[in-house]
């Protein structure tokens, strides 16, 4: 089956500073999603990208769907204690499949 | 907009007993709903994939027996751990979608416990 992989597996960085994470794949995407989950809760989505080459920012999170189809990048400028978490990147094959792939995800930690 | 919730939050249960977890859209219907497990510090793992008024759909290695999957309205999935033993401990999270290809939102997850 598809396969997301994720990288980097984890980060501390001081608070402040900004971060990038990116997903990539072997097989073409037609949608991308960005979730962040904190520990003992479900992940909560944070971006949603549906066409190749959208870049698209909530607050002070900005992703971007890869012109290929094979990759997507989340940045978070300014990083703040509370962005501490989770993030996960997950890709649908095609627009009739509801199913997603999910990368292993990015541990974030932020030092005050 | 976009609430799914799941219930019961956490549980536990003794080994060889049946356990039931709900996951419900509360403000949208979900045309399709989704179960996942997950270990701690992994991914999320998909164990079935459940349209409503359709039986659901399983991933390779997830025993249909052993996790039951109902989902008898647009907004109601229900995960039945049958039998379970203490491997089956896990945080299980459903998530739910409105349309085909769009979006899915995640419920809270529910961590059980078998002892």
């Known amino acids: 089956g598809q396969q997301l992989n994720q990288s980097p597996q984890s980060m501390f960085i001081q608070e402040g500073e900004d971060v990038s994470m990116n997903c990539t794949s072997s097989s073409i995407f037609n949608t991308w999603l960005w979730y962040k989950q904190d520990p003992g809760e479900g992940p909560v989505l944070l971006i949603a990208?549906?066409?190749?080459?959208e870049l698209t920012s909530n607050g002070r999170l900005t992703a971007q769907f890869g012109i290929t189809r094979k990759d997507s990048f989340l940045n978070i400028s300014a990083s703040i204690p509370s962005d501490v978490g989770i993030y996960f990147c997950?890709?649908?094959?095609?627009?009739?499949?509801?199913?997603?792939?999910f990368g292993d995800g990015t541990t974030l930690t932020v030092k005050p | 907009g976009a609430v799914v919730s799941q219930h019961p939050s956490w549980v536990i249960c003794k080994s060889g007993t049946s356990v039931k977890i709900e996951c419900r859209s509360l403000d949208f219907q979900a045309t399709t709903m989704f179960w996942y497990r997950q270990f701690p510090k992994q991914s999320l793992m998909l164990m079935a994939t459940?349209?409503?008024?359709?039986?659901?759909?399983?991933e390779q290695g997830v025993e249909k027996d052993k996790f039951l999957i109902n989902h008898a309205s647009l907004t109601l999935s229900t995960l039945t751990v049958t039998s379970a033993h203490p491997e089956d401990s896990s945080f299980y999270i459903c998530?739910?979608?409105?349309?085909?290809?769009?979006?899915?939102?995640f419920g809270q997850g529910t961590r059980l416990t078998v002892v």
């Open positions: 998530s739910a979608s409105a349309a085909v290809g769009t979006e899915a939102f």
């Open positions: 990208l549906y066409k190749a080459g």
């Open positions: 997950a890709g649908h094959p095609n627009t009739n499949a509801g199913k997603s792939t």
């Open positions: 459940s349209n409503e008024g359709s039986k659901a759909t399983y």
